[in-house]
Nanobody
Framework: QVQVVESGGGLVQAGGSLRLSCAAS????????MGWFRQAPGKEREFVAA????????YSSTSVKGRFTISKDNAKNTVYLQIDNLEPEDTAVYYC????????????????WGQGSQVTVSS
């Protein structure tokens, strides 16, 4: 069992930056890949970025556009998502998830999910 807890969301002006955190706990948490997804109102949950236990990262080819950076502090079992130059279109609930196998970009391949953290970008 892995517990996943996000933090760091909030209200930000367009052009600003935000860093989301995701703490994973559990006996085997350090062996899981961690991913970030987001879900805007009325839209599907979409992949943003993921990182393996060995710190290999992958990003969405569409929604990221070079403004998102995923990183991991292995000592803390914490994953971060840095978002720069925020746009109103980034407004969404951001979810962190843990995957037992691979570094997937598909939400169905993740095993554990956090509750989500709201990010609202004002224009």
């Amino acid at each position: 069992q892995v517990q996943v807890v996000e933090s760091g969301g909030g209200l930000v002006q367009a052009g600003g930056s935000l860093r989301l955190s995701c703490a994973a706990s559990g006996r085997t948490a350090s062996t899981y890949a961690m991913g970030w997804f987001r879900q805007a109102p009325g839209k599907e949950r979409e992949f943003v970025a993921a990182i393996s236990w060995s710190n290999i990262a992958r990003y969405s080819s569409t929604s990221v556009k070079g403004r998102f950076t995923i990183s991991k502090d292995n000592a803390k079992n914490t994953v971060y998502l840095q978002i720069d130059n925020l746009e109103p279109e980034d407004t969404a609930v951001y979810y962190c998830a843990a995957a037992r196998r691979g570094v997937p970009a598909i939400k169905e391949e993740y095993d554990y999910w956090g509750q989500g953290s709201q990010v609202t970008v004002s224009s």
